[in-house]
């Protein structure tokens, strides 16, 4: 039940965009078209995934033993930035055609503040290994279904006549307030 | 033992720095958005 309780709240009521707002600028940046939004999402998910995992077993068999928790914050921007090199590499190198389709977003998620977040979120909620997994991969997923569901209201808005002060990002913002306030149940 | 989180630091460092130079764009690739930003610049 704890487990399905945590996927739904970071999934839903405390979607990581739209809650807890990390990871705005590639949700306005990458939101334009809906391919570019699910490739974003699926980078997303693949890094926060692999570095979560990582992070977390430093934490607890390294940080916490020899009494270096204060560390966290630099080592896990170091992992998830070797990550996204060494993920960029690999994919290059074995499987190009997802390359060529993620290759522009892998090194935007460097800069991306959703998954440092969610990596620390883990450590700061004290989560076990399986809900550390659960908690991650949901996060991730609910980043991919909002950016998602903006990027379908943007193609349909963009196509909408509109007034001239509003077209572009003010309506895009608009829309995420919106969205904002649907998800933390204000409306 | 507590030198260890600290020369992983170091590690993890050098690990990104030589990867990232690796990875390095041309400025040639009219792809990515470093190529984009170049260009403006030269603009």
Redesign the interface.
Known sequence: MNLINICLTALLTENVVLTKFLGICPFIGTSKKRSNAIYMGISVMLVVTLSSIITWCLYKYLLVPTETEYLKTVLFILVIASLVQLLEILLKKYLNKIHQVLGLYLPLITTNCAVLGIVLLNITNNYSFVEMLVYSISSSLGFTFVIYLFSSMREKIDKNDIPASFKGHPIALLTAAIMALLFARYL | ??I???L??IV??A??LY??N??KCDHNCD????CNLYKEMKK
């Open positions: 033992m507590i260890v989180p600290f992983l630091i993890l460092f690990i990104t990867l990232s690796k990875n792809k990515c958005m470093g």
